[in-house]
């Protein structure tokens, strides 16, 4: 259950109440906000006289449902807001792994020369083999924090587990929570006590429900800043690498206030056919594409298979602002 409590009440009271009744605290738009497990259907004795405003789930998708708030929230990455009335779907793009300056320069010059604001690069990387590169780490997030410097980009990186956050939140803008990370406590614990954006993918064996609890773990924690990635499931298909589940898309769009961004790069797992799913995706209506393009996917060090080169990346977003046009969104 949630209760928004009085305007009267303090945050002092309003945290006490909520040890008293082992309830999670935040403050949202200025109201002292308590949330309950689901399993409480009616205004507990001793909170009624606090609260004006109350809801019921059925489980616990609880902040983020459509049914608490049925605007799609407001989310910044860098100077881009995604949600809300804004219309805009933000394309995320650059190299699967942050290599070397050399090579996160010439992205970071191609996303410039195309008016695109986000820079993302892996610089530790969950891999599935420990023998695989493991991405450049602390060096990597030093190169980021020199192209957001110089081009004025924000910048997107992910988190393999939470000893990595403090480093993100200094050199970065958007905290990504990997599929194998996403239900890694320590790391949404961690996410939530921080202000910046979080983008969580979807585990490829997680459930939608599964999928946003863990982004309950952040907003609950106090973090409001979260977007939800769809980056393809396992089925029993083997051609692709994995299936970009569009209908949980939209079940997420229906169901949950968060905006969704879209990975059609992992699912597909292959360049040949990454332009075309990105056109379904832009067609659905979305907030944002995470795409990957590398200036020699020939030698990338991590999916080498699915980034687009720079030539392909160009052809594509000339063919996507009008199918954004069509469905209300523009391209940004
Ligand atoms: C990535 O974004 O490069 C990545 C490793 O993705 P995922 O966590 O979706 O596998
Ligand atoms: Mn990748």
């Known amino acids: 259950m949630i209760l ?22 935040v403050i949202s738009n200025n109201t002292q906000v308590l949330i309950t497990g689901s399993g409480v259907k009616e205004v507990p004795a001793g ?32 100077n881009v807001t995604v949600g809300g009335n804004t219309g805009n779907t933000i394309i995320i793009s650059g190299p699967c792994s942050v290599e070397s300056e050399e090579q996160i320069r010439e992205s970071a010059a191609l996303l410039k020369a195309n008016g695109l604001t986000s820079l993302r690069g892996g610089c530790y990387k969950p891999r599935t083999s420990p023998y695989s590169f493991q991405g450049m780490g602390l060096d990597g997030l030093k190169l980021l924090a020199k192209m957001r410097e110089e081009f004025g980009f924000t910048v997107v990186t992910e988190a393999r587990d939470a000893t990595h956050i403090d480093e993100i939140i200094e050199h970065a803008d958007v905290i990504q929570v990997g599929a194998k990370a996403m239900y890694d406590q320590g790391i949404l614990r961690a996410c939530a006590k921080t202000q910046k954006t979080v983008l969580i993918k979807r585990g490829f064996g997680t459930t939608l429900q599964e999928f946003v609890q863990a982004a309950e773990f952040v907003l609950a924690g106090g973090n409001e800043n979260v ?25 997420l769009k229906h169901h949950t206030n968060l905006p969704v961004v879209l990975d059609p790069s992992h699912a597909m797992g292959y ?44 052809q594509l977003l000339k063919t996507i602002q009008p199918i954004a046009s069509s469905v209300g969104y523009q391209i940004v």
């Open 4 to 25: 928004h409590l009085k305007q009267s009440v303090t945050a002092e009271q309003a945290a006490k109440l909520a040890v008293e009744h082992k309830a999670f605290h």
């Open 47 to 78: 909170l009624d006289a606090f609260t004006d405003q109350s809801w019921v789930f059925p489980n616990d998708m609880q902040l983020s449902a459509r049914s608490y708030r049925s605007e799609t929230r407001e989310v910044r990455i860098g």
């Open 227 to 251: 977007l939800l990635c769809e980056r393809g499931i396992r089925t029993f298909e083997t051609g692709t690498r994995f299936t970009l589940d569009l209908c949980g898309v939209e079940w």
């Open 271 to 314: 360049a040949y056919g990454v332009a075309g799913l990105t056109r379904a995706c832009v067609a659905l209506g979305v907030d944002g594409l995470l795409i990957e393009v590398h200036p020699n996917p020939k030698v990338a060090k991590s999916d080498a298979s699915q980034q687009l080169n720079h030539a392909e990346f160009e």
